[in-house]
């Protein structure tokens, strides 16, 4: 800890913050103390959520499955994750710590702090195997095969995010996708953790706004731990007790000086003064409702968790996004009451796209019906495979696309639809954009600020629904499960 004032330091306990529950012991200290031992003396609100983060149950297992750090840039988070993740293969037995970042150049710089640990720190050098520097497989590996592994999701999206501790810092850029590339692999791990470090959310972050809003909630999270320095919104940008509110590391290694320097230079731009305040305000970025296609306050008003379609109206469509990653099953019908439905049938995560083909049998063969491909769409990189295997195509042609996207913008606004909350579509609506196509507007992949593929699968699929549900016969819509293949 270096004090740049003797006056006054930012907050050392977060604005909201949630524990887990059934913590009988605590690690941190241990973390705390290696920490030192490196030449990483740590403020008290570092060593706080270390204590915090790593409490232990009765059985040994970490209390926390997930931990959310929220803040500020240049506080001081990533010391956090710097004595985690050495604490993590020196004293916890992590055979694998994946730290991602979204940019290569964040990555990177973490891996060069870790790497000046090897070198400078004796106790922890003499562990080291190895340092790999071969670009995008940087990686440390200490003798007896524990590995500590730097990727950025930018140049490996949703690829390599395993490990019993995995870090997804700067969260606001984190996409379902490598959520879901990940969480699976964690289901034997009794010792596993997730962390998500952060500043505040941008408009389209909506993976982080899911945890931020479990974080905040009174709803039960019984294995969340949760820190976030900031503000309500509406908060002065000027009032000097919010900057300090929303930074930890103000007067210790941030100066006030600096931080008025910084709000006069990003006064006067309507975009900068917005950066200002959700870097140093830690005030989410505000949805600008009036320019989304879809308002996702409206969105969110046809959530239905248990909407589900009838069998004969059901409709199946494919889309893949343009890194051709992952992959969207989605599907549309009509509801017993007559409201249309969409809703993502299944999520195709990297690891599982060897098996595209297969689901897409499966999944055509037990709802008997053909596999919507939208024009244009990457998905059509597996055509002629799935034609092999006997598919049934159904390929909108342009003008169906845009005949598409008209009428599911259309039943969202006359409130004619309802869909299950689901966070890939959730997250697509919130960072959709448009294109003109003629006279009318489409979705655009270039534009928009997400994985549009679950709600472009969606809209096509919408676009096949007969107008009326069939009589109801007791034979409702296919279990996820059924039909699923092995990974």
């Not at 004293?91 to 090897?118: P, S």
Request: proline share 6%.
């Amino acid at each position: 800890m270096s004090l740049l004032s003797d006056v006054r330091i930012g907050a050392q306990v977060p604005t909201w913050t949630r524990s887990p529950v059934g913590v009988v012991s605590s690690a941190g200290d241990e973390a705390v103390d290696l920490a030192r031992a490196a030449g990483l003396e740590l403020d008290a609100w570092q060593q706080w959520i270390l204590r915090e983060a790593l409490g232990e149950r009765a059985g040994g297992t970490w209390a926390a499955f997930e931990a959310a750090v929220i803040m500020g840039r240049q506080n001081g988070k990533n010391a956090v994750l710097e004595a985690r993740e050495l604490a993590g293969v020196v004293l916890f037995g992590d055979d694998l710590i994946t730290h991602t970042a979204h940019r290569a150049d964040t990555t990177m710089e973490h891996f060069r702090r870790m790497e000046q640990y090897a070198d400078e720190f004796e106790d922890f050098g003499r562990l080291v195997q190895r340092v790999s520097k071969a670009n995008g497989n940087e990686a440390i590996e200490l003798k007896g095969g524990r590995r500590i592994r730097f990727v950025s999701r930018a140049r490996q999206p949703g690829r390599g995010f395993s490990g019993s501790c995995v870090v997804f810092d700067e969260a606001l850029y984190l996409s379902p996708d490598a959520i879901g590339a990940i969480i699976p692999t964690l289901a034997t791990r009794s010792m596993a953790q997730v962390w998500y470090t952060s500043s505040a959310p941008k408009a389209e972050s909506m993976t982080l706004r899911n945890v931020i809003s479990r974080g905040r909630g009174d709803e039960p999270d019984d294995r969340l731990f949760y820190a976030e320095w900031g503000n309500e919104a509406g908060t002065d940008a000027d009032d000097v007790d919010a900057w300090y509110a929303a930074n930890p590391g103000l007067g210790i290694r941030i100066t006030e000086e600096y931080i008025r320097s910084e709000r006069r230079l990003m006064s006067g731009d309507p975009d900068l003064e917005a950066e200002f305040v959700r870097e140093r305000v830690g005030i989410a970025e505000q949805d600008d409702e009036a320019t989304r296609p879809i308002p996702t306050a409206m969105w969110a008003d046809l959530v239905d968790g248990q909407s589900t379609p009838t069998d004969g109206s059901l409709r199946l469509a494919l889309d893949v996004p343009p890194a051709r990653t992952s992959a969207t099953f989605a599907v549309a019908g009509v509801r017993g009451d007559g409201l249309t439905h969409v809703s993502e049938r299944r999520h195709v995560p990297p690891p599982q796209m060897k098996d595209l083909v297969d689901m897409a049998v499966a999944l055509t063969q037990g709802h008997n019906t053909p596999l919507i491909l939208p024009p244009g769409s990457p998905a059509k990189a597996w055509k002629a495979d799935l034609v092999a295997a006997g598919v049934v195509l159904d390929e909108l042609t342009p003008a169906e696309y845009a005949e598409a996207c008209g009428a599911i913008h259309a039943k969202v606004l006359d409130g004619g639809m309802r869909h299950r909350g689901q966070p890939s579509l959730d997250n697509a609506v919130a960072g959709l954009a448009t294109r003109a196509s003629g006279d009318v507007e489409t979705w655009s992949r270039r534009s928009s600020k997400a994985n549009i593929a679950p709600f472009v699968a969606a809209t096509c699929a919408l676009l096949r629904v007969p107008d009326a549900a069939p009589p109801f016969d007791g034979d409702w819509f296919v279990d996820l499960d059924d039909f699923d293949t092995e990974d």
